[in-house]
T-cell receptor, first 118, second 109 residues
C-alpha cells in the first residue's frame, strides 16, 4: 500500500522553542494532507487540513499562528509548533489521500510524532 | 451535532470472536471507516463501508446499516496481536471524517 512518512518520531524540546514535523507521501501525490493531535486514550482530533499551494484550513479552536502549516509540494506538508509549551505535548499524526483516489479514498497515516515539551 | 459512539473498552479471549459496535449521527453520510491503532502508533486502515451489508476481509468483517446509523467490526479467531484500539470514523456530507473515541480491545490468553 501507499506510504506516508512522518519525521521525527520522537522529539523533546524546551519550552519556548519551535518544533517542525514533516509529513511526506512517498509513492503518491497528495493535494490534501491532514494533521491530527491525539491525547492519551482519546481519539484523533483534526487540527487542520493542509492544501498544496494554498493556506491551510484550521479547525475551530486551533491557533493558526501557533501551529504553522506549509504544504509546499504535492508530497510534503510540514507542521511547526511555535513557542511550544508543556500543554502542547501530544502525539501528532498526519494523513494523506492519493489525489487520484477521490474524496472517499483510503487515508494513509504517517507513523506519528510524539512531542514532549519540558 | 455530529456524534460517533463506540464502547471504550472490550475484553476477549484468544481464538474467540468479538464484535465492536459503532453508532453514528452525522450530517450526511459518505461512508464509514474502521481503523486499527496499536498503542503509540498511527492508525492503519481496516475497512470501508458505504452500502448496507457485510464486507468480509479475512478474519475481519464490517457491517453497515445506514437506516439505523450503525456499524460493527467483527474479529474472528482472535490473536494476541489484535490487542489494539479500533477507531470508527464516518465521512459526512462535506467529506470530513468524524472520528469515534476508539474501542480498546484487550485479548487474554
Amino acid at each position: 500500500g501507499a506510504v506516508v512518512s512522518q519525521h521525527p518520531s520522537w522529539v523533546i524540546c524546551k519550552s519556548g522553542t519551535s518544533v517542525k514535523i514533516e509529513c511526506r507521501s512517498l509513492d503518491f501525490q497528495a493535494t490534501t494532507m491532514f494533521w491530527y493531535r491525539q491525547f492519551p486514550k482519546q481519539s484523533l482530533m483534526l487540527m487542520a487540513t493542509s492544501n498544496e499551494g494554498s493556506k491551510a484550513t484550521y479547525e475551530q479552536g486551533v491557533e493558526k499562528d501557533k501551529f504553522l502549516i506549509n504544504h509546499a509540494s504535492l508530497t510534503l506538508s510540514t507542521l511547526t509548533v511555535t513557542s511550544a509549551h508543556p500543554e502542547d505535548s501530544s502525539f501528532y499524526i498526519c494523513s494523506a489521500r492519493d489525489s487520484l483516489a477521490g474524496e472517499t479514498g483510503e487515508l494513509f497515516f504517517g507513523e506519528g510524532s510524539r512531542l514532549t515539551v519540558l | 451535532g455530529q456524534n460517533i459512539d463506540q464502547p471504550t473498552e472490550m475484553t476477549a479471549t484468544e481464538g474467540a470472536i468479538v464484535q465492536i459496535n459503532c453508532t453514528y449521527q452525522t450530517s450526511g453520510f459518505n461512508g464509514l471507516f474502521w481503523y486499527q491503532q496499536h498503542a503509540g502508533e498511527a492508525p492503519t486502515f481496516l475497512s470501508y463501508n458505504v452500502l448496507d451489508g457485510l464486507e468480509e476481509k479475512g478474519r475481519f468483517s464490517s457491517f453497515l446499516s445506514r437506516s439505523k446509523g450503525y456499524s460493527y467490526l467483527l474479529l474472528k479467531e482472535l490473536q494476541m496481536k489484535d490487542s489494539a484500539s479500533y477507531l470508527c470514523a464516518v465521512m459526512d456530507s462535506n467529506y470530513q471524517l468524524i472520528w469515534g473515541a476508539g474501542t480498546k480491545l484487550i485479548i487474554k490468553p
